[in-house]
């Protein structure tokens, strides 16, 4: 090899091995500060952890819960539905969707020729209690006068008798006719008159084809299925009105089949619905149905709660959880701290600043957003929450 050959590939020689140490010293800087990790810990380093986030475990009360979907409803107890009780065509709608009426306010009228007949009845039976009226009182006058002549011993004993009989049958009359009258006035009652309009027909005896329906309760009209000058039947059975007092709704919670037996009348359940995120609304199961859904195989539990502001609306979408058991405290800690793989359940525990060990727990229910630690920690330990997935893959690689 020629002096120049040689020199060549000394220069080489040198400037590989620089290269060499130089990505040696490279690889050893990255290794003292990057991520280290074991079979069961990770040490990370200070810069790490702006991204992570370290909480300390405590004591919470936990209480069994069961979670169930359901719905808003109407409290049934504090509605109804407006019926017709006679047929006819409606000549007005007084109130609409939506208002607010108290227990005597006007609905609709209706014209039916079915209205005469009952105030014709009342006319006569009015008529025939006058007449008993009248004939009680001679009754009475006679009777006075004949007893008067039987003490002065003017008159025989069986005219005082006979007078006697007039008037008992006198009595009897008026009776029946006061009873008639009263049956009269509370048939028109029953076909929806009030007291001021049976009172005006009394007085003056004019009758009226067109009769005001009113509202039985206090509420809101939540429907209405007439419009003017529909023809209405009796018998037909559908609703014309629905009114329902909204101060009060229900939740109807449907739960599992398989949980029911755990559901007891007076447990406490939470309801939450999309509507209205920020708020818990809480009431008390006060029934259970006696029945299950054979679609769904649930069955429903309903609970009453107050709803002055009228945030909840019928029908709405709701979630439930029920308390099924006694209060237990337990260490707790943020759900995001528990790494889940199958049937097994890690933290990572700070043992000292920076550095996280690895260590299986069992695991309870999930509340308020932290989960029951049954072994595996103890209060006042420190474990990693937000940040303990990325760490725990860290590991894996």
Known sequence: MSITAKTHFSWLIALFGVSLMTSSAVTSSAVAEGTMKGADFVRVVPDQMHQLEVAKVETFAFRPQRSAIGQIGYNEDASTIVL?????????????????????????????????????????????????????????????????????????????????????????????????????????????????????????????????????????????????????????????????????????????EQDIAQVRIGQEIEARVSAVPNRVFKARINAINATSDLTTRRVVVRSEIENADHALKSEMFAMFKISIGETSRNPAVPTDAVIREGDTATVWVETEPLLFKRRPVEIGIQQDGLTQIRSGLEAGEKVLARGAIFVDNEWRQ
């Open 84 to 256: 017709t009780p006679f047929s006819g065509r409606v000549t007005r709608l007084v109130a609409k969707l939506g208002d607010r009426v108290k227990k005597g306010d006007p609905l609709l009228e209706i014209d039916s020729p079915e209205q005469l007949v009952p105030q014709n009845d009342f006319i006569a039976a009015q008529a025939a209690r006058r007449k008993a009226g009248s004939q009680h009182n001679l009754a009475v006058i006679a009777e006075k006068r004949v007893r008067d002549l039987h003490e002065g011993k003017a008159a025989p004993s069986k005219d005082l008798q006979q007078a006697e009989a007039q008037l008992a049958a006198a009595e009897h009359d008026l009776r029946s006719a006061e009873t008639a009258f009263e049956a009269a006035r509370v048939r028109l009652r029953i076909l929806g008159r009030t007291d001021a309009e049976i009172s005006k027909l009394e007085q003056d005896s004019m009758l009226s084809r067109v009769t005001t329906i009113t509202a039985p309760i206090d509420g809101t009209v939540v429907a209405r299925k007439v419009g003017p000058g529909q023809y209405v039947k009796a018998d037909s059975g559908e609703a014309l009105y629905t009114i329902a007092d909204l101060s009060t709704v229900w939740l109807k919670a449907q739960i599992f």
